[in-house]
Antibody
Framework: QITLKESGPTLVKPTQTLTLTCSFS??????????VGWIRQPPGKALEWLAT???????RYSPSLQSRVTITKDTFKNQVVLTVTNMDPVDTATYYC??????????????WGQGTLVTVSS | EIVLTQSPATLSLSPGESATLSCRTS??????LAWYQQKPGQGPRLLIY???IRATGIPVRFSGSGSGTDFTLTISSVEPEDFAVYYC?????????FGGGTRVEIK
C-alpha cells in the first residue's frame, strides 16, 4: 500500500518561507528509478509542477520558480521537504506531493497525496 | 519552454457518449506525454503514460494516442464517474509541464 501525505502550515505571511513535508510509505526514494515531486494548484486553476528529487539525488526545478524553491529528501525518514522562499499571495494553492516513476520516455506521477491548502495572507 | 494546449476547455456529454480530448504541444515531444484525471477535492490520478500505455487499474474505455505534437485521450463510453477535469503532462530532461485542462461535464 503506497501512501503520501503533505504537512505544513496552512497560512503564511507574505515574504515568509514556506516549508512543506511529504511523508510517504510503501516505497523507498533510494530505489533506482524512483523520485518524489511537488505540484501545486491555485484555486480553480491548473496544475503546476514545482520540483522533483530522484533516488540518485538528482534535483529538477521548474525554470520559473527555480530561484525560490528547494527540494530535499531524508531516505531514512521516508520524507521529502519542499521550501519556497519569499511567499506571495499568488502562491496561494493546494500543494501536492507525488511519487515519480520511470525514465526517459515514461516518467509518470503514479501516486499522489491528498494535498494541503496553503494560503498566503497578512 | 514547451507549451501544452488542451482543447476544448469544456466538453459537455451525456453518459454513454464518446469523449475526445486533445493536447497539442508547441514542439515535437515524441511520446513523452501522460494524462491525468482530477475530481473535485481530490489529487490527480494517472490514466495514461508514454502517450498510450494505460496505468495500472485504468479501465479499457480510456485510451491514449498520438506522437510528435498532437495527442488524444479518448473515453469510449463515458460513465458517470468519468465527469472530471483531465490534464495532459509532458516531460523533457526530467522537467515537467502540464496543460490547462479539459473539464468533462454532464450535459
Amino acid at each position: 500500500q503506497i501512501t503520501l501525505k503533505e504537512s505544513g502550515p496552512t497560512l503564511v505571511k507574505p515574504t515568509q518561507t514556506l516549508t512543506l513535508t511529504c511523508s510517504f510509505s510503501g516505497f523507498s526514494v533510494s530505489t533506482s528509478g524512483v523520485g518524489v515531486g511537488w505540484i501545486r494548484q491555485p484555486p480553480g486553476k491548473a496544475l503546476e509542477w514545482l520540483a522533483t528529487i530522484y533516488w540518485n539525488d538528482d534535483e529538477r526545478y521548474s525554470p520559473s520558480l527555480q530561484s525560490r524553491v528547494t527540494i530535499t529528501k531524508d531516505t531514512f525518514k521516508n520524507q521529502v521537504v519542499l521550501t519556497v522562499t519569499n511567499m506571495d499571495p499568488v502562491d496561494t494553492a493546494t500543494y501536492y506531493c507525488a511519487r515519480v516513476l520511470g525514465s526517459v520516455g515514461s516518467i509518470r506521477l503514479d501516486w499522489w497525496g491528498q494535498g494541503t491548502l496553503v494560503t498566503v495572507s497578512s | 519552454e514547451i507549451v501544452l494546449t488542451q482543447s476544448p476547455a469544456t466538453l459537455s456529454l451525456s453518459p454513454g457518449e464518446s469523449a475526445t480530448l486533445s493536447c497539442r504541444t508547441s514542439q515535437d515531444v515524441m511520446n513523452y506525454l501522460a494524462w491525468y484525471q482530477q475530481k473535485p477535492g481530490q489529487g490527480p490520478r494517472l490514466l495514461i503514460y508514454a502517450a498510450s500505455i494505460r496505468a495500472t487499474g485504468i479501465p479499457v474505455r480510456f485510451s491514449g494516442s498520438g506522437s510528435g505534437t498532437d495527442f488524444t485521450l479518448t473515453i469510449s463510453s463515458v460513465e458517470p464517474e468519468d465527469f472530471a477535469v483531465y490534464y495532459c503532462k509532458h516531460h523533457s530532461n526530467r522537467l515537467l509541464s502540464f496543460g490547462g485542462g479539459t473539464r468533462v461535464e454532464i450535459k
